[in-house]
């Protein structure tokens, strides 16, 4: 009896979670990111370099956008003609800009990004814990069919197979359930593993990093009795999330390298643009987020204090 009752909670968990994962629609940038008709034609009468770049530029002045390409330019995407927030990217397969997109997986036909992560780790849990269940309550029948041990009925390669199976699929899943849990803890995507954010003063592979606590609930949320069900929890929209980093004054253009030219005015309050509202509390426990000098700024580097907000 403890066994069924254990298997169907098991089952029903991964079957829940995987259903989620599968018809859960990828979430797409808000319209305050999608060019107007007028930016739309400006772009295309100007010649591409940097004259299209101060379009953009004065499209995504009010947008909270931090994050560029590697030559420095404001993320656009040519396809959905938005301008792309930070951690989104295009689908070729889905064929349109996906919210904090990881991957698009084909076990689920489907994007995993914001709105479906926490449900595709969940599928993941669920699913290993039941292919591990079930390798372990075939076990015993396992052993007896080497020994000799079970009728010579049909039944014994039945009991092969799906231990073979279990034991293989626990193997991969643990494998795969282990890499995104490290993701999870460093606050990271499968994409930026590969390719990592940059922002308007240099590459940083952690910059979205708030510490392993912090992470987690930006995924899992603040309620800790959701964690393990199957809802949606995260914290924020998909289109703003806090960084570590100490940028310069994000109203001033960067240079061709991806790095800001000096700011004159070096007492910036930080975040110059304010968090979304489902995110800000978890910056309460930071220093101040004023700079008084240049040295100070530099120490505000070093210790990686959480001090602007990007998507």
Not at 128 to 136: D, H, K, N, P, W
Not at 140 to 148: D, R
Request: aromatic share 14%; glycine share 6%; charged share 20%.
């Amino acid at each position: 009896v403890v066994c069924l009752v254990a298997y169907h909670i098991f089952f029903m968990l991964f079957v829940w979670s995987y259903w989620k994962t599968i018809f859960t629609l990828p979430m797409n940038p808000s319209k305050e990111f999608h060019l107007s008709y007028s930016d739309k034609e400006s772009l295309e009468r100007e010649p591409r370099g940097e004259s299209q770049q101060e379009v953009l530029r004065r499209a995504a002045k009010d947008l909270p956008i931090y994050t560029r390409t590697m030559s420095g330019a404001i993320r656009y995407c040519d396809r959905c003609h938005l301008v792309k927030p930070d951690r989104c990217h295009h689908c070729s397969v889905c064929d349109k800009c996906i919210l904090k997109m990881d991957h698009h997986c084909p076990w689920v036909n489907n994007c995993v990004g914001f709105s479906n992560y926490k449900f595709f780790l969940l599928f993941l849990a669920y699913s290993l814990l039941y292919c591990l269940f079930i390798a372990a309550t075939d076990l015993q029948y396992f052993i007896k069919f080497w020994t000799n041990g079970l009728p010579d009925t049909q039944a014994k390669f039945h009991i092969m197979f799906l231990f073979f199976a279990a034991a293989m699929f626990s193997v991969s899943l643990s494998s795969l359930f282990g890499y995104h849990c490290w993701l999870v803890s460093k606050n990271k995507s499968t994409l930026e593993v590969f390719r990592a954010p940059i922002f308007r003063h240099r590459t940083d592979k952690n910059g979205f990093s708030l510490g392993f606590s912090k992470n987690l609930r930006q995924v899992f949320g603040d309620e800790k009795k959701y964690w393990l069900l199957p809802v949606f929890s995260s914290l924020g929209d998909g289109c703003s999330f806090p960084t570590c980093l100490v940028n310069q004054d994000p109203e001033q253009a960067s240079t061709p390298g991806g790095l800001n030219s000096t700011t004159k005015n070096e007492n910036h309050l930080f975040p110059a643009k304010p968090l979304r509202d489902s995110q800000s509390h978890l910056l309460t426990d930071t220093p101040s987020w004023s700079e008084t000098s240049g040295k100070t700024e530099k120490g505000k580097v070093g210790k990686g204090l959480i001090l602007e907000d990007t998507v």
